[in-house]
């Protein structure tokens, strides 16, 4: 079993929806909770990120993390059709050198 | 500029042959990462270099090597290459806190091997 388990989708959604992305994971030590964003043909770029249990909010943006639950999420509002791209959760914890990353959920807003 | 620049962005070989990716960023950083990424198995790490010294295998390290000729630059080679290592390769960087606040990556080399 791996360590981050992610819904690879793909998902597709109506412009102006709300958008769920989730991953879980196994490791209680993880701390440290990211989102990344890669569109086609690009690198991913750091979109959000959280440290321990609760809510961060940036704009549209809001990540939630369950640690009880070993629960992670990514809300989407009003979403356009310029976040379509494949998010990917990543995590560490204290003592890790290294992230884990979640295989990344492929994203399509229609218009 | 880009902080974190890869070349090629694309590049096609032939079996057998060998193939050097190169990274080079302006970020400062010590710490340098490759990973591959292949649809359905998200970004898996190849090896990892926390300052010059320093080189370490990541997961799937069989079939690839690196040089870290400085802060700032870290080639991945291909000495063989197979088909099965068509794939895209990112260059990543961190600080010291990398693994808590996040990588930065550059844009990626897509690589075909025929």
């Known amino acids: 079993q791996k360590e981050v388990e992610q819904d690879p989708g793909p998902l597709s959604v109506p412009e102006g929806a709300i958008v769920s992305l989730n991953c879980t994971y196994s490791n209680s030590a993880f701390q440290y909770f990211m989102w990344y964003r890669q569109y086609s043909r690009k690198g991913p770029e750091l979109l959000m990120y959280?440290?321990?249990?609760g809510n961060k909010e940036d704009g549209r943006f809001t990540a939630q993390v369950d640690k009880s639950s070993k629960y992670i999420s990514l809300f989407i509002r009003d979403s356009q059709p310029s976040d379509s791209a494949t998010y990917l959760c990543?995590?560490?914890?204290?003592?890790?050198?290294?992230?884990?990353f979640g295989t990344g959920t492929r994203l399509t807003i229609i218009p | 500029d880009a902080d974190v620049t890869q070349t090629p962005r694309n590049r096609i070989t032939k079996t057998g042959k060998r193939i050097m990716l190169e990274c080079s960023q302006t970020k400062g950083h010590d710490r340098m990462y490759w990973y591959r990424q292949d649809p359905g198995l998200g970004l898996r790490l190849i090896y990892y270099?926390?300052?010059?010294?320093?080189?370490n295998k990541g997961e799937i390290s069989d079939g690839y090597s690196v040089s870290r000729q400085a802060q700032a630059k870290f080639s991945l080679s291909l000495e063989s290459a197979i088909p099965n290592q068509t794939a895209l390769y990112f260059c990543?960087?961190?600080?010291?806190?990398?693994?808590?606040?996040?990588?930065?990556f550059g844009s990626g080399t897509r690589l075909t091997v025929v």
């Open positions: 270099s926390f300052d010059v010294k320093d080189i």
């Open positions: 990543a960087t961190s600080d010291l806190d990398g693994a808590n606040y996040g990588y930065t």
């Open positions: 990543a995590m560490s914890g204290f003592g890790n050198e290294k992230l884990t």
């Open positions: 959280t440290y321990s249990s």
